[in-house]
C-alpha cells in the first residue's frame, strides 16, 4: 500500500432555496483551484437528487474546492456559491448546505444561459482583486476573461488578460492585478470571447489616473483640440485667399510642436510625413506658379 497517497472523502452538497425548501434537479458543480491558470474550474457535475444533495468525491485536506448551483424556476434563476476563496475539505462526509437566490443572467444570444457575478470592482491600495464568477446552467463551455488596460491618450494599451474555458468557473480569483504606474489611467473588462473570436464585453471598471501625469494628459488632450482647430483654421485661410502654401508652412510648424508637448499623440514617422507632403505641396506649388 502506498503510504504517500492523497485521502479521498465524500463531499456532501445540499441546496434549498431563499425559504429554506429544499431543491430536487438543481445543477451543482464542484469547481478545484488549478494554480497553472490561478483560478477555479470546473471537475465535476450533478443534479441534486430528491434530498436536495449530490456528492462528490474530494481530495481531502490538500486542494481548495468551491460550489456552485443554480435552479431554474420559472423566468427566474437561482443560483448560489458556497465560498469566494475555496476551502479545504478535512473530512470524510463533510456536508456543506448553500441557499439559492436569484440571480442576473448575461442574456445575449450564445451566451444566454451564462450567468456572470463579478466581486471586488474597487482597488485595494493600487491592487485589483476584481474577480469574475461564471456559471452556465446548461452545461455549455464558455472562455470568461478579465483583462487590464492602460490609456496611451486614447489608445487602450493591453497589459494582462486572464481566461477561463469551462461551463463554471471564476477568473482572478487568487493574487490580484498591481497598478504599477497610476499616473495613467487604468481600465478592468470583463468579456466573453466567442465562438467568432469576438469579445462580448459584460462590465468595464475604470480607475482614473492619480499624480502629474494626470493632469498632462488631460493638457495634452486640451492641447491637441487647439492645434487640430488651428489647423482647421489655417486650411480655411488658404482656400479663402486660395494659397495653399499657407496651410503647408502652417502644418510643419505645428507637427513638432504636438510631437513635444505629447509624445504619443502622433508618432514620429507620422510627424516626418506630414513635413514631406507639406515641402511637396509648396515644391508643387511654386512650380505650378513657375509654369503658370
Given amino acids: ?49 430528491t434530498n436536495g444533495e449530490c456528492v462528490f468525491d474530494v481530495e481531502l ?53 451564462l ?16 474577480t469574475a464568477t461564471f456559471n452556465d446552467n446548461t452545461n455549455k463551455n464558455h472562455t470568461v476573461c478579465i483583462a487590464y ?3 496611451n491618450g486614447i489608445n487602450e494599451v493591453e497589459l494582462n488578460e486572464t481566461c477561463v474555458t469551462a461551463s463554471a468557473g471564476i477568473v482572478n480569483a487568487v493574487g490580484g492585478f498591481l497598478l504599477v504606474d497610476r499616473d495613467f489611467t487604468h481600465i478592468a473588462k470583463i468579456y466573453v470571447i466567442r465562438e467568432d473570436g469576438t469579445k462580448l464585453i459584460y462590465n468595464k471598471y475604470t480607475y482614473p489616473a492619480l ?27 488658404a482656400l479663402y485667399i486660395k494659397n495653399i502654401k499657407v496651410f503647408a508652412i502652417g502644418a510643419i510648424v505645428l507637427s513638432p510642436l504636438s510631437l513635444s508637448i505629447k509624445p504619443f499623440w502622433i508618432g514620429g514617422t507620422t510627424m516626418v510625413f506630414i513635413i514631406l507632403l507639406c515641402i511637396s505641396i509648396i515644391y508643387l506649388t511654386s512650380k505650378k506658379q513657375e509654369f503658370g
Avoid at 499624480?211 to 485661410?237: N, Q
Fill in 1 to 49: 500500500m502506498n503510504a504517500t497517497a492523497t485521502a479521498r472523502g465524500n463531499l456532501i452538497v445540499q441546496v434549498s432555496d431563499d425559504n429554506f425548501n429544499l431543491l430536487v434537479g438543481a445543477n451543482v458543480k464542484l469547481l478545484e483551484y488549478k494554480a497553472t491558470v490561478d483560478s477555479f474550474v470546473e471537475v465535476a457535475q450533478c443534479f441534486s437528487d
Fill in 61 to 113: 485536506d490538500t486542494k481548495f474546492y468551491i460550489i456552485q448551483a443554480t435552479f431554474i424556476d420559472g423566468d427566474n434563476v437561482l443560483t448560489a456559491q458556497s465560498t469566494e476563496n475555496g476551502q479545504l475539505i478535512k473530512l470524510d462526509q463533510t456536508i456543506i448546505e448553500i441557499r439559492l437566490t436569484t440571480s442576473k443572467q448575461f442574456e445575449v444570444e450564445d451566451t444566454f444561459n
Fill in 115 to 130: 450567468i456572470i457575478t463579478p466581486s471586488n470592482t474597487e482597488l485595494v491600495g493600487n491592487t485589483s482583486f476584481l
Fill in 149 to 151: 488596460y492602460f490609456l
Fill in 211 to 237: 499624480g502629474e501625469k494626470s493632469f498632462l494628459s488631460s493638457f495634452g488632450l486640451f492641447v491637441d483640440i487647439l492645434i487640430f482647430a488651428a489647423l482647421l483654421f489655417l486650411l480655411g485661410t
